[in-house]
């Protein structure tokens, strides 16, 4: 099901969706592969959502470092736990799947925590593109076109990582 107000905007990583519902933005999703999930349904802007595209925009041309816009995060218990530390990081800053782990009282759970990264609904204004390995390594990445797509994202922020 989607929400009832959906918007496409263009950026440096390709397509963007945004949906969202009165209250919140639902969903970011960055394209792959050329598609969209719902490009098959006519957009629905909303003033929610012309806000969150001037906000994009802003941060994709280096002008904004942090998003103000309601969102929801739908996911588990544990998702959640995940996605609200990926959403204490800021502009430029990294950590590690285990660090996440730690962060959310899971010691050892690096792989349930990458699950959880990998199905964050709002990419790039929930910063998942800034966890690396421990080692710093770009270990993977979801959204639009994977390792591309999130390379893009760390050298815009000018966060380091091993190659």
């Not at 806000?51 to 998702?79: C, H, K, N, V």
């Not at 530390?85 to 660090?99: I, P």
């Amino acid at each position: 099901m989607t929400s009832p107000y959906l918007l496409r905007i263009t950026s440096p990583i390709g397509r963007i969706e945004l949906q969202a519902d009165e209250d919140a933005l639902t969903s970011l999703t960055i394209e792959r592969g050329g598609e969209l999930p719902h490009d098959d349904l006519p957009e629905r802007p909303s003033p929610l959502l012309e806000s969150a595209r001037e906000q994009l925009a802003e941060y994709f041309d280096g002008r904004r470092t942090g998003f103000d816009l309601p969102i929801r995060l739908d996911g588990t218990p544990f998702q959640r736990a995940v996605w609200a530390e990926l959403q204490r990081l800021g502009w430029g800053e990294a950590t590690s799947y285990g660090a996440l782990a730690a962060a959310v009282g899971k010691p050892g759970s690096a792989r349930a925590i990458g699950g959880a990264v990998g199905a964050n609904p709002m990419p790039v204004i929930v910063g998942c593109h800034r966890v690396l390995a421990s080692d710093g390594r770009i270990t993977g990445y979801s959204g639009g076109e994977g390792i591309p797509t999130k390379l893009w994202l760390l050298g815009h922020e000018q966060i380091g990582f091993a190659a």
